[in-house]
């Protein structure tokens, strides 16, 4: 007849869990899985735009960001001595709206890019086509 005493039963317990928990971390993680949160909202646009040079610095000029919404076009003027063909964009999006592709990495901006806003809810999305012109 084997014992089981409760101090073993405690630690075999113990050794399930940690088992049981460490292979769902490390079967349901994926760095490049990418995880959306869906929500009724259906508010699907870009309210602001930045674009930042290399030496991190917005170079918009003030006021110069033209958003038409009803078109779909944002027309950005930039300092100029700013590279069009390598800038870093930030926007402001809709409340638990997402942007793709997404924005805070080098972009050249040399020709228009587009973007695809969608809303929470994933039922809206709304193109847009950024031109960014430099200051003459």
Request: charged share 20%; glycine share 4%; hydrophobic share 40%.
């Given at each position: 007849?084997?014992?089981?005493?409760?101090?073993?039963?405690?630690?075999?317990?113990?050794?399930?869990?940690?088992?049981?928990?460490?292979?769902?971390?490390?079967?349901?993680?994926?760095?490049?899985e990418?995880?959306y949160?869906?929500?009724?909202?259906?508010?699907?646009?870009?309210?602001?735009?930045?674009?930042?040079?290399?030496?991190?610095?917005n170079?918009?000029?003030?006021?110069?960001?033209f958003?038409n919404?009803?078109?779909?076009?944002?027309?950005?003027?930039?300092?100029?001595?700013?590279?069009?063909?390598?800038?870093?964009?930030?926007?402001?999006?809709?409340?638990?709206?997402?942007?793709?592709?997404?924005?805070?990495?080098?972009?050249?901006?040399?020709?228009?890019?587009?973007y695809?806003?969608?809303?929470?809810?994933?039922?809206?999305?709304?193109?847009?086509?950024?031109?960014?012109?430099?200051?003459?």
């Amino acid at each position: 007849m084997v014992v089981i005493t409760m101090k073993t039963r405690f630690f075999l317990y113990i050794i399930g869990l940690l088992v049981t928990t460490s292979s769902l971390l490390f079967t349901s993680c994926n760095a490049d899985e990418e995880v959306y949160l869906t929500t009724d909202r259906t508010d699907a646009y870009i309210s602001a735009l930045q674009l930042y040079a290399s030496d991190n610095r917005n170079a918009v000029l003030p006021d110069s960001v033209f958003i038409n919404e009803e078109q779909g076009t944002i027309k950005a003027v930039v300092k100029s001595g700013s590279n069009p063909a390598r800038l870093k964009p930030r926007c402001t999006l809709a409340p638990e709206a997402t942007l793709a592709p997404k924005m805070g990495v080098w972009t050249d901006f040399s020709t228009p890019a587009k973007y695809t806003v969608t809303s929470g809810n994933g039922k809206i999305k709304k193109e847009y086509t950024i031109t960014v012109v430099e200051q003459k």
